[in-house]
């Protein structure tokens, strides 16, 4: 346990994880914003509205699998057993399904957890667009010459294949648990050294943290300070959100599953991104960062590059179908050989779906996984049976 010692340089720590673990039942919970400390994101005084369809769909049942057997629910009865709170289908920019379960409404913000990875990945994108950042093929160390990584690069990074050490679980030693509660998360990121020369994908937050501290030096504004000058915003929020915080005395972002907003405004951000960065005729992030952010190009897809996960059982259904990529902190899926979907992923099955050939995105918002088949299979389902 040698990273131990990085658990007592904040005495804060200790008691934090114990506040939220015995308030949660040792697990991470839907609403637990209300937990940390935060940074407001206001709403627009003008916001955008998508138009409405006339024609709304309608689900009467929904096809599902469980332990590899095809099911058949009552769809509103389905969202209400899977803790889903929302769920949208947005076509050429017009609303064909807007659905609110289990209490929640329009207007209800939820955290997004690890969608937040995709919005930082814009981040980065802004930010070598601007200048601030020269190429994702700069060193990690350029920036941070403190850090003990001196073979890895920002693409690394953004791929989650950088090798660096990571121990998952919720125990207060393990990396996963740190990364969530640590009260300086910016001291946290400075720990984080390499486990191999060799690169393979291993999805950990540790790679979030050292990329919040680049766009922290290199726009020399906070996280969400940067965030909100080039997304929130420019895209017309309905509602206001908020960005988690590490704690009220160190103020860094948490990076890696810290934004919270509502599904109709996050429904922005996917339009953005199926608009190829472009918003009421203003280029927010340029067409060649969405290109190489979600495409399959130049990013590995054979098994061993996934090979962490092959005996998990995600991991089987999904990587050795040699059809799934991971590129810029985005998930990708390959339809055939000429187009692809994408998708943010996050905890409690969180999802943002954008499917160019169909001009649709997706949302599942929900307070629990709820199903064996996994969310993107869902709503892929559900947009295609409805175009």
């Not at 017009?94 to 814009?122: A, V």
């Not at 207060?172 to 393979?200: H, I, Q, S």
């Amino acid at each position: 346990m040698e990273n131990n010692k990085y658990i007592l340089n904040e005495k804060n720590y200790i008691p934090t994880y114990f506040s939220y673990m015995v308030r949660n039942k040792f697990t991470v919970a839907y609403n637990d914003y209300h937990f940390f400390s935060t940074k407001k994101l206001p709403l627009d005084n003008n916001p955008y509205s998508f138009k409405e369809s006339p024609n709304k769909l309608k689900f009467s049942t929904l096809e599902y699998l469980h332990k590899g057997k095809k099911r058949i629910a009552d769809f509103k009865q389905f969202m209400e057993n899977t803790g889903t709170t929302a769920l949208l289908i947005i076509k050429n920019d017009t609303i064909f399904y807007e659905g609110y379960f289990n209490g929640h409404k329009r207007n209800t913000p939820q955290k997004l957890f690890s969608i937040t990875k995709s919005f930082i990945s814009t981040l980065v994108g802004i930010a070598i667009d601007s200048g601030y950042i020269k190429s994702v093929d700069d060193f990690v160390s350029s920036y941070i010459p403190e850090i003990k990584l001196r073979n890895i690069r920002i693409k690394h990074l953004l791929q989650m294949d950088a090798g660096i050490k990571f121990k998952e679980g919720h125990f207060p030693w393990r990396d996963e648990a740190k990364v969530y509660l640590y009260p300086n998360a910016r001291e946290l990121a400075l720990t984080v050294v390499e486990d191999t020369n060799d690169t393979f994908f291993h999805y950990n937050d540790y790679h979030l943290l050292i990329l919040g501290l680049i766009l922290e030096r290199t726009t020399d504004k906070s996280v969400t300070d940067f965030f909100y000058e080039k997304i929130w915003s420019q895209l017309g929020m309905e509602f206001p959100g908020f960005m988690i915080l590490d704690s009220e005395k160190h103020s860094f972002e948490k990076i890696e599953s810290g934004l919270v907003m509502t599904a109709i405004d996050l429904a922005k951000f996917g339009s953005l991104y199926l608009n190829n960065g472009e918003w009421k005729g203003k280029q927010i992030i340029s067409k060649d960062w969405i290109e190489e952010s979600v495409s399959p190009n130049n990013v590995p897809t054979n098994v061993q590059h996934f090979r962490y996960y092959q005996n998990q059982p995600w991991g089987k259904m999904w990587f050795n179908q040699n059809k799934a990529y991971y590129k810029y902190l985005w998930w990708g899926h390959l339809n055939n050989n000429t187009n692809n979907d994408y998708f943010a992923l996050g905890a409690l099955g969180q999802v943002l779906y954008v499917s160019p050939d169909n001009n649709t995105i997706a949302i599942r918002l929900g307070r629990k996984w709820g199903v064996m088949d996994w969310w993107p299979t869902i709503l892929y389902k559900l947009i295609n049976s409805s175009t």
